[in-house]
């Protein structure tokens, strides 16, 4: 099979994100159907294999199930810890900092954010360079511009695209400083998560415009979010619920911290139980509490430190069917912070993360439960 014979390959993964409601508008669906996702996928990716990432090589798997992958809607992992997944010859271990996004979520970010012909498009994290051509077949690659933070990255996917005919314009750098020669933009669409929206989209986005994106954290709390620029230059929308997560920006990703080692602080009995981790919203509503706290997964223990002042707090169960004790120590009090994010959300009704909001301008960014003047936390900027 070569890469003219995929046709029917596409036409299945187009149908197969029908099928699961990700893929509505006919535009989008004729544009899966003709970029063949094999030619950004190169010839090497990574698959999970226990706590480490194993290599995938077109040439070890043969033709056919490599195109068969390569059109599975499936996100695969291309670069681990900045090492391609071509250069590792063993399994390695690290996070993925660069991968070919699940086709579906890319085309329900688009729909999300509503592009639609003619518009001009910034997209952050191009990545294998899929989306930007998914981007170029319905808009026209002279309205789309893409930034990548990694200059290989970057080289690759300049590659991919023009094999498939398509050359927007593509820039090195960092993306959370925009593109302002392509401005003004109709929409930024990102790839990578932010902690809190840089400024440089408000002030690339035209009036009326959109920034759609996943807002993340070191909690690994995640929301998707599509924000419209209003004329007194705020921009504000909901989240809509889709439970869905992004790597974070080069720039916001947490900094190295020392290993872990639990330190006894005041002790009292939990007030939330800690399983609220475990819950889409119930994490989200965490980390708006504490947006410079790390979240370290401990069997069902939840282990919070503080990245900027190295403050703690960890749970552990009281006994069987007893509740849980909290740990704190340092100057900031994580878990009192999170306790009652979590409880003014419980007092709300525990409503999905589509009950949450967000306004952004120049000043401060705030996240809100139910309405702009409803309780708020504001995000680290
Ligand atoms: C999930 S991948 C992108 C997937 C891509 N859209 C695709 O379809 O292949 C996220 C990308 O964002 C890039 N990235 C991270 N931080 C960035 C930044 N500050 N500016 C631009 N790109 C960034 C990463 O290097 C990575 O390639």
Redesign the pocket.
């Known amino acids: 099979m070569t890469t003219d014979d995929t046709a029917s390959l596409r036409r299945d993964l187009a149908a197969r994100m029908a099928d699961i409601g990700s893929l509505t508008d006919p535009a989008w669906r004729a544009a899966v159907e003709a970029v063949p996702r094999d030619v ?1 996928l190169g010839t090497d990716v990574y698959r999970p294999a226990g706590p480490l990432w194993e290599p995938v090589r077109r040439h070890g798997v043969g033709e056919k199930e490599w195109l068969g992958l390569a059109h599975a809607d499936t996100t695969w992992v291309t670069q681990v810890d900045g090492t391609d997944a071509a250069d590792a010859s063993d399994p390695v271990a690290g996070r993925p ?5 699940l086709p579906s979520l ?1 085309v329900r970010m688009l729909e999300v954010a509503g592009v639609k012909e003619g518009d001009k498009v910034l997209e ?8 930007t051509a998914i981007l170029c077949h319905r808009l026209g690659a002279a309205n789309v511009t893409s ?4 200059p290989g ?1 970057g080289r690759s996917a300049a590659e991919h695209l023009s094999t498939v005919g398509f050359s927007p314009t593509l820039v090195t750098g ?3 400083q925009g593109y302002y020669e392509g401005g003004d933009y109709d929409a930024v669409v990102a ?2 998560a932010v902690r809190h929206i840089p400024p440089s989209w408000l002030w690339q986005v035209r009036d009326g415009g959109t920034i759609t994106g996943a807002l993340g954290g070191w909690m690994t709390g995640s929301g998707l979010i599509r924000l419209s620029l209003g004329g007194d230059g705020a921009a504000s929308g909901r989240f809509t619920g889709d439970e869905v997560s ?2 974070l ?3 916001h990703e947490r900094p190295p911290r020392p290993m872990l080692i639990r330190r006894v602080g005041d002790v009292r009995a939990c007030r939330v139980d800690p399983g609220l981790f475990q819950d889409w919203t119930g994490r989200f509503v965490a980390q708006l509490a504490a947006p410079s706290a790390e979240f370290v997964t401990k069997g069902d223990d939840v282990v919070l430190v503080d990245v900027a002042t190295g403050s703690q707090a960890w749970t552990e169960p009281e006994g069987a069917g007893k509740g849980w004790t909290v740990h704190q120590s340092g100057p900031l009090r994580l878990w009192d912070r999170v306790e009652e994010a979590l409880a003014t959300w419980q007092a709300a009704g525990s409503p999905a993360q589509t009950a949450f909001g967000m306004t952004v301008t120049d000043e401060v960014q705030t996240v809100w439960l139910e309405a702009p003047d409803g309780p708020g936390w504001q995000l680290p900027t």
């Open positions: 950004f900092t660069s991968s070919s996004t890319v952050v994290g191009t990545g294998t360079g899929y989306s930034i990548e933070y990694d990255l960092d993306g959370l790839t990578c992004f790597m920006a080069r720039p």
